[in-house]
Every structure is written in structure tokens, then in C-alpha cells.
Nanobody, 126 residues
Framework: QVQLVESGGGSVQAGGSLRLSCAAS????????MGWFRQAPGKGREGVAT???????NYADSVKGRFTISKDNANNTLYLQMNSLKPEDTAMYYC????????????????????RGQGTQVTVSS
């Protein structure tokens, strides 16, 4: 059964930090690419970060140096550590998963992945 459940969203002031978590079913976690995308009101989906089965990562330019994606294989959990948050980071954040090659495991493709959670809201105030 495919299941992704996000948590950890909330409201913070600019410059603050949040850590998002995504609990994945064993079947979903076996997908060799997992990632995060976000969607702000009135805007399209934006790929944020991905992590491939070999541990390689990919980030959107807008979050490089501020966000870190990681996995806890023992607990089938995906994380997104977000530091130095900005008001423009305000969005609904979704955890996603897919099977594919490394070139597919990129922020360009992550908004189209077939599996996703219900989302968690992140609000950053100035």
C-alpha cells in the first residue's frame, strides 16, 4: 500500500527553522527516488529537493544552502530540514516518491511523481 504522511509544518518568523518529516510505507519507501515539492496559493508546483537511492541529492536554486533533504532508512522516514526561512518559502509542502533513474530524480520532475502525501503547511512571516 502506498502511503506518505507529512508532518512538521507550522508558522515561523523569517530566519527561523523547521524540519518536515514524511513517514512512508515500506512499499513507498522502496521507491528509489523521494523528494519534496511545494505549492503556494495561486502558483504552480515547485520542486524543492530530491534524494536518490545512492544518497545523491538535488536542490532547487532557491533553497540551496538553506534546506537539507535526508532519509532515515531504519524508520522509513524522509526529512527536509529548512533553515534561514524566508517569506517566499511559504507554501504547502508535499512529500513524493517514484521509481526511476537518477536523471529522473530531480527537482524538475519531482512535482510529477506518482505518489504524494496530503501536504503540510509552512508559513513564514516577515
Amino acid at each position: 500500500q502506498v502511503q506518505l504522511v507529512e508532518s512538521g509544518g507550522g508558522s515561523v518568523q523569517a530566519g527561523g527553522s523547521l524540519r518536515l518529516s514524511c513517514a512512508a510505507s515500506r512499499y513507498t519507501y522502496s521507491s528509489n527516488c523521494m523528494g519534496w515539492f511545494r505549492q503556494a496559493p495561486g502558483k504552480g508546483r515547485e520542486g524543492v529537493a530530491t534524494i536518490y537511492s545512492d544518497g545523491s541529492t538535488n536542490y532547487a536554486d532557491s533553497v540551496k544552502g538553506r534546506f537539507t533533504i535526508s532519509k532515515d532508512n531504519a524508520n522509513n522516514t524522509l526529512y527536509l530540514q529548512m533553515n534561514s526561512l524566508k517569506p517566499e518559502d511559504t507554501a504547502m509542502y508535499y512529500c513524493t516518491a517514484a521509481a526511476g533513474g537518477r536523471s529522473y530524480c530531480s527537482t524538475d520532475w519531482v512535482p510529477t511523481f506518482p505518489y504524494r502525501g496530503q501536504g503540510t503547511q509552512v508559513t513564514v512571516s516577515s
